[in-house]
């Protein structure tokens, strides 16, 4: 085994995208109260992913959420996973932070913190902005390895130095990405396939450390985060119009006909 | 270079492979008229006169002489081996530059992995704000988002530095404009040591058969876990190639292996929004709607009629996918034979 890897994995909190979710009619921010609160399921592939990495290197993993104080819940429920710790950004005057201040806050904290990999996932289920990884590299001036469906570190070679490689998914098939540590990695859920945790894992879970950091800790003036620091603002927000109701048959001999038919009278075919 | 520069320019990042320029890329130059005059961005690998590696000069020539039939009056054009070694960050450090010297009014590109890379740190390194995922534009600055799978359409207005907007494909439909005979304004683009941070070993494209790209095809033939086999996705295929279009799988189909990865749909895979959609076996999670419920036309073969897609179906038919999917390619055969 080659030197241990610190890691430490983001994890957001998130409305459950199974259920209905709501913004606030006051301010357009989403109401983490109206809707249950899930740990966005791609981070949990980043947690298992870390949970890997630490058996074949040794190391710890801790992780880091930025959100309201009641995100402690979802901090508890993700350390089940098996981390080792957590480190709870939250300040009443983060509510409504846009990603690129959140980028700016989360970087900030990594900054408090031992580091040699930051894993996240490639998208949250809220947000759905796919950023956060790349605007944290941008700002901590490391490396990103971002959209991994596969990711490996090497040991350190005779000067110290460890590579990580991922195959990074896209559009039409997947890239080869390679980089010194430290870096940034994001990973999509076709990496592997997370755990459900034992109950010893979920005992143990109630014990672990959560520190908790607020704005003034990270040096950072609570006027230019949140909702009025925010570099964008919501004007609007409409459900989506519902579809016009369509026709519904049932299936006969004659059901491909009918539906070419309907093609054709939508000049498809 | 600034000093032909008007205030309302736009700087369209272009998509291009092989010479061609992407479909997205003239929808961006819709866009961007919008807001302002488009100036667009080429990024080519390879520097001038080289033949081998990276682009050539032809290349260069045709991509410009693509952006004339689009009407682009200003091409700005830079160079590098460096773009198509390393992930993002050299596009990223060109954009910056970019910014500071010629001060557009915003920055329009891609909702693409790579694009939305780009304007995440184009707006840390810019002090900028920026909005992904944009499916409409508006004169004032307002850009339309779908969020929450797409349950609800916000509309928000970027208010920090030069706003940067990543534009989902297929939302916006391009116009015809008068062809130009484009200005090319070649610029020197100063990469720094930390844009070689990530290599680019090597670019693997799976085969995906000749069927058209799923995020471009004007029809999608999808299937989901009512598919039962990986064989009976033939099925599908076979319905696709007779209407030209592309074959998609909910995550439920690519997971379990029924059909490769890259063709899920949805929120963790690609949104298509296609003139027709065919869904096959799927149920409706608002996962999967998320990536395909702006489809013009959605068509629902399900054997269960209580299963959710039946809600934002055009036209269902309720039963067996195996029965309903041969008598509609039959019915097409006998359609074209006729
Ligand atoms: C964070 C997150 C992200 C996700 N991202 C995506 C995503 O990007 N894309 C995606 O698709 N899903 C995604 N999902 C999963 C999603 O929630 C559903 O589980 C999935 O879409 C279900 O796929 P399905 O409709 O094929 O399967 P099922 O829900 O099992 O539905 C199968 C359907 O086939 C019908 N059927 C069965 N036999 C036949 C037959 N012989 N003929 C006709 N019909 C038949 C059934 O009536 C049923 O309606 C995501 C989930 C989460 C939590
Ligand atoms: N508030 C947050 N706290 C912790 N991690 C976050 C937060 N927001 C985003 N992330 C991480 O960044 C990833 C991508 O998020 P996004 O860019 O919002 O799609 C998520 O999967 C998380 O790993």
Redesign the interface.
């Known amino acids: 085994m080659g030197k241990p890897l610190d890691l430490v994995v983001l994890v957001k909190q998130v ?1 459950d ?2 259920a ?2 709501v ?1 606030r009619e006051s301010n ?1 921010t989403v109401d983490r109260e109206a809707s249950d609160s899930v740990v966005n399921e ?1 981070d949990e592939y980043a947690i298992e992913e870390a949970l890997r990495l630490k058996g074949e290197h040794g190391g710890t993993v801790a992780l880091l959420t930025m959100g309201p104080e009641q995100a402690v819940t979802s901090i508890r429920k993700a350390l089940q996973m098996g981390a080792d710790a957590a480190v709870h950004v939250t300040d009443a005057a983060l509510a409504g932070s ?3 201040k959140t ?1 700016e806050v989360l970087a900030a904290a990594l900054g408090t913190l031992q580091w040699d990999l930051v894993l996240c996932g490639a ?1 949250s ?8 990884p ?2 944290l ?3 901590l ?7 991994a469906r596969q990711l490996t570190i090497a040991d350190a070679d005779s000067t110290g130095e460890r590579v990580g ?1 991922i195959q ?13 540590l430290p ?1 940034v990695v994001s990973v ?3 990496i592997n396939e997370p755990h459900y945790p034992t109950f010893r894992d979920i005992m143990a879970a109630k014990s672990k450390p959560v520190s908790t950091l607020r704005l003034a800790d990270l040096g950072i003036d609570a006027a230019e985060v949140g909702f009025f620091g ?11 119009p519902p ?2 109701a ?15 038919e ?3 009278s ?1 000049k ?2 | 270079m600034s000093s032909d520069n008007v205030a309302t320019e736009v700087l369209v990042l272009a998509e291009h492979t092989d010479g061609t320029l992407s479909k997205t890329t003239a929808e961006l130059i819709t866009a961007a008229r919008i807001l302002g005059e488009p100036a667009v961005v080429l990024l080519v690998s390879g520097s001038s006169g080289e033949a081998s590696g990276g682009s050539s000069d032809a290349t260069v020539d045709a991509l410009c002489a693509q952006l004339g039939e689009l009407g682009v009056a200003h091409v700005v054009l830079a160079r590098s081996p460096e773009f198509g070694l390393y ?3 050299p596009v ?1 450090q060109a954009l910056a530059q970019l910014v500071r010297e010629r001060k557009p009014a915003a920055v329009l590109l891609t909702a ?2 790579d694009g ?2 780009v ?3 184009l ?3 810019t002090g ?6 944009v499916t409409e534009l508006h004169g004032d600055g ?1 850009a339309t988002q ?16 030069t706003p940067i907007y990543a534009i989902r494909r297929n939302a916006i439909t391009s116009q015809l404009a008068v062809p130009v005979q484009p200005e090319v304004h070649t610029v020197e683009v100063l990469l720094s040591a ?1 844009a070689r ?10 085969p ?1 058969g000749n069927r058209p ?1 799923l ?1 471009e095809a004007s ?1 999608v033939v999808a299937g989901g876990r009512g598919v039962g086999r990986a064989e009976d996705f033939q099925l599908l295929e076979q319905l696709a190639d007779q ?1 030209g279009g592309a074959v998609g799988a909910s995550r439920a189909a690519t997971d379990g292996g029924l059909y490769p ?2 063709f899920q749909v949805g ?2 895979g ?1 949104s298509v929004s296609p ?2 959609y065919i869904a096959c076996g799927i149920s409706g ?3 999967h709607r998320a990536g395909m ?1 702006t489809a013009k ?4 073969i399900n054997s269960d ?1 209580t299963s959710p897609i ?11 996918l195996h ?10 055969r006998e ?1 074209a034979g006729s």
Not at chain 1, 141 to 147: I, S
Not at chain 2, 147 to 153: V, W
């Open positions: 409305p995208s199974g209905d979710r913004l357009f791609m846009c990603a690129v980028s998208e289920t809220d947000g759905q902005l796919c950023v956060i790349a605007m590299a941008q700002r001036d490391v490396a990103a390895l971002t959209g490689t990074r998914q896209t559009e039409t098939g997947y890239q080869t990405i390679q980089a010194s870096a999509w859920d076709t925010a570099t964008s603002v919501v004007t609007s927000v409409v459900p989506r579809r016009g369509g026709v519904v048959i049932d299936a006969g001999a004659d059901a491909g006909a009918k539906l070419v309907f093609l054709a939508r498809l075919v | 992930l993002v960050t990223v693409s992995a939305k890379e304007a995440g740190r707006a840390v390194l900028s704000g920026l909005l992904t995922d307002t779908e969020i929450f799978a797409g349950s609800a359409i916000v509309a928000s207005r970027i208010i920090t530095g930390s941070a990530s290599r680019i070993l090597d670019s693997v494209v799976e995906k790209e995020t029809v209407l990865h890259q929120q963790t690609k003139q027709l999670a608002i996962q419920q036309n959605i068509v629902v009629s039946f809600d934002i179906a055009d036209f269902g038919i309720v039963g067996d029965e309903v999917l041969p008598q509609t390619i039959t019915a097409l359609r």
